[in-house]
């Protein structure tokens, strides 16, 4: 089945320091990739998305994934956390051909000042 | 910029209940969904739409139903709630090939 993994369910780190949040995709036929973030108690908001070109994608709030299609892979890194970056980050997938998007299961995001 | 809108923010329900949840979107996006989201499971898709007069299964359709007989409206109505229902349901909209548009959620519970 096409499906999306995120594999950390929660990653805390200490603010300033960097941060890798983990998302592999299962199939190697050609994807649009998102990520998006879900503050508490709201609706998710678009971090980027990589629909074509450049395999480096930038988003809002200094966060930037690659595309790594070798490896069905496209993580989430930002070079120095704040603490308002406590969050929840979902990855998603389309798969072409299946029109609809896929979640991870989320990986919750705790910022320690 | 209204975006996605949904109604009500919160609902109870009795077991055995039905109830819609409305979606409205003021974009013109062709796709519209809905989503459940339980704690450790993510987004979990219920519905979908590619257009007016067209609906799908998403992953986890039993127990609701959807029409779409305007393009911007995608109500989901629960036939007959049951506790497993009890979730946060969200509405999304976007473009073919774009980002999906959320709205605020729905926070359902069943007793």
């Known amino acids: 089945a096409q499906s999306v993994t995120q594999l950390d369910s929660q990653v805390p780190v200490f603010e300033e320091a960097p941060v890798e949040l983990r998302c592999n995709y299962s199939s190697s036929v050609s994807v649009y990739l998102f990520w998006y973030v879900q503050y508490p108690n709201q609706g998710l908001q678009l971090l980027l998305k990589y629909l074509s070109g450049s395999t480096l994608v930038k988003g809002i709030n200094g966060f930037e994934a690659e595309f790594n299609k070798s490896q069905t892979s496209f993580h989430l890194r930002k070079p120095s956390v704040h603490i308002s970056d406590t969050a929840e980050y979902f990855c998603?997938?389309?798969?072409?051909?299946?029109?609809?998007?896929?979640f991870g299961t989320g990986t919750r995001l705790t910022i320690i000042p | 910029n209204a975006g996605v809108t949904q109604t009500p923010k919160f609902q109870v329900l009795k077991t055995g209940q039905s109830m819609t949840l409305q979606c409205a979107q003021d974009?013109?996006?062709?796709?519209m969904s809905w989503y459940r989201q339980d704690p450790g499971m993510g987004l979990r898709l219920i519905h979908y739409s590619v257009g007016a007069g067209i609906t799908d299964q998403g992953e986890v359709p039993n127990g609701y139903n959807v029409s779409r007989s305007t393009t911007e409206d995608f109500p989901l109505r629960l036939l007959s709630a049951a506790p497993s229902q009890t979730s946060v349901y969200f509405c999304?909209?976007?473009?073919?090939?774009?980002?999906?548009?959320f709205g605020q959620g729905t926070r359902l519970t069943v007793v």
């Open positions: 974009m013109n996006h062709e796709y």
């Open positions: 999304a909209s976007s473009p073919r090939t774009g980002e999906a548009f």
């Open positions: 998603a997938v389309i798969y072409f051909g299946n029109e609809k998007l896929t």
